[in-house]
């Protein structure tokens, strides 16, 4: 009796070790991609290189690099189909303005010249619209492949600031927005100018923009700040809340007050502005009292001699 016990016992723990090893070396040849022996794994078990506890601590690893990935993928198909959409709803609105437009034309306001005249600059608008939305889609595509090699020069940022305030005079006064700055001295960064015009362009845009209907007030500022030069627009605007301030410089991100007063705007301005600072290895920040007033600020490096 007791040479069959023993024999049972023998081919019990023969049986559970064989269909152990042979699990835990399919389990290890998926991680590893690699073929691990019996012997070896047996050996590698008991000469306690590895122990249970190890194995057990790498499938976990394995697997929550598995899981990983897959929210990754998931996540980037999720961004995939909005930016789809988001693109074709921003599209949508001057398309029909445009069809808009020509219909009528055809359908008999030609005969009024002077009908005719103001609907082709409808029309023409919408296609300027268009226009502007493909640009920045294409520069935050460029962008964000990191296609864009930055022209750096020296040059003088009070003057091009000056440059970009002559250039929404028009549009501030439309908006009865006093456009501030004062600096007499040439304050020299080394920066691509093209793309900090860009940058200028679309802070000051805003700031005009969300603006309220009086007492309008843009003021920019820049800062001596040791080996940088900070470059401050405040305006005296609708502010933005707490909740969407670290989602401004989001694509397509745009504040519920904005979308229901119908300013108008793709929400692509901040994200390309904040893409072209983080570019030349700066840094952009924003703070806002709702109601009172938001404040963008962006540093530069200083140009030395
Ligand atoms: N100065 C500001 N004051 C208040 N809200 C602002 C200001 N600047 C930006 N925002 C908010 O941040 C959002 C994103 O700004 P962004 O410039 O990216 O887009 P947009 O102005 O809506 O459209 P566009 O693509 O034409 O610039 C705006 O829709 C608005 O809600
Ligand atoms: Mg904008």
Same mark, same amino acid.
């Given at each position: 009796a007791i040479v069959f016990i023993l024999s049972n016992y023998f081919y019990v723990k023969y049986t559970i070790d064989r269909e152990f090893y042979d699990k835990v070396r399919t389990i290890y040849k998926n991680i590893y991609n690699y073929k691990v022996s019996k012997i070896d794994l047996k050996h590698r078990i008991k000469s306690s290189k590895i122990g249970l506890d190890e194995i057990n601590q790498e499938v976990s690893n394995w697997m929550d690099e598995n899981d990983k990935q897959i929210s990754n993928m998931i996540a980037l198909e999720k961004y995939r189909k909005e930016y789809i959409g988001n693109v074709a709803h921003e599209l949508k609105t001057p398309i029909f303005n445009i069809q808009g437009y020509v219909s009528t034309l055809l359908d008999g306001?030609? $005969?009024?010249p002077h009908l005719t005249k103001k609907y082709l600059i409808r029309a023409e608008a919408g296609i300027d619209r268009l226009i502007a939305i493909v640009q920045d889609l294409d520069t935050i595509t460029q962008l964000e492949l990191d296609e864009v090699q930055l022209q750096i020069t020296h040059f003088n940022i009070a003057q091009l600031i000056d440059e970009v305030i002559d250039s929404f005079e028009l549009k501030a006064l439309d908006r009865k927005v006093a456009l501030v700055f004062h600096n007499l001295d040439p304050v020299m960064v080394e920066a691509d100018k093209g793309r900090i015009r860009q940058v200028l362009v679309n802070l000051i845009e805003n700031a005009i923009k969300y603006s309220k209907d009086e007492n309008g007030e843009v003021r920019i500022k820049i800062f001596d700040m040791d080996d940088q030069y900070l470059v401050e627009i405040s305006d005296k605007g609708i502010g933005i809340e707490e909740k969407d301030i670290e989602r401004?410089? $989001?694509?397509?991100y745009r504040t519920d007050k904005a979308r229901s007063r119908e300013y108008g705007g793709t929400g692509l301005g901040l994200a390309i502005v904040k893409h072209i600072i983080e570019a030349h290895n700066q840094t952009i920040n924003v703070r806002s009292t709702i109601g009172q007033g938001t404040v963008f600020g962006f540093t530069l490096k200083k140009h030395v001699e």
């Open positions: 306001a030609m $005969e009024d401004v410089f $989001e694509r397509f």
